[in-house]
């Protein structure tokens, strides 16, 4: 069973910056793509970034294209989102999440929240204006 934990969300003044990384264990992370999405009080939860297993193709939602990059490194099996320029609006709870079988069986970097099987714990992001 695929293990992903969430760090580094907080308190930011609109206009700042954080950086989220997710740790997965219990699968070979090289071969998942991964995604963000995020889940505001009172709202679904929403497709925010994703990535390739090999990192060369991502995609935004897009409210955060400009804004926002997912990487990833797969020797540390960490995926990262960096938050720049942050709004109230992205005052959200903020989970990363793999896909149920590797790249090579079919399971690509989607927006799809139905393609992801795995989900971490979340990690609290809150903008104030």
């Known amino acids: 069973q695929a293990q992903l934990h969430e760090s580094g969300g907080g308190l930011v003044q609109a206009g700042g910056s954080l950086s989220l990384s997710c740790a997965a264990s219990?699968?070979?992370?090289?071969?998942?793509?991964m995604g963000w999405f995020r889940q505001a009080p009172g709202k679904e939860r929403e497709f925010v970034a994703s990535?390739?297993?090999?990192?060369?193709?991502?995609d935004y939602a897009g409210s955060v294209k400009g804004r926002f990059t997912i990487s990833r490194d797969n020797a540390k099996n960490t995926v990262y989102l960096q938050m720049n320029s942050l709004e109230p609006e992205d005052t959200a709870v903020y989970y990363c999440?793999?896909?149920?079988?590797?790249?090579?069986?079919?399971?690509?970097?989607?927006?799809?929240?139905?393609?992801?099987?795995?989900w971490g714990q979340g990690t609290q992001v809150t903008v104030s204006s």
């Open positions: 999440a793999a896909p149920p079988r590797p790249f090579f069986l079919g399971y690509r970097n989607s927006e799809r929240i139905s393609e992801y099987e795995y």
């Open positions: 219990q699968l070979t992370f090289e071969h998942y793509a």
């Open positions: 990535i390739a297993w090999s990192g060369t193709a991502t």
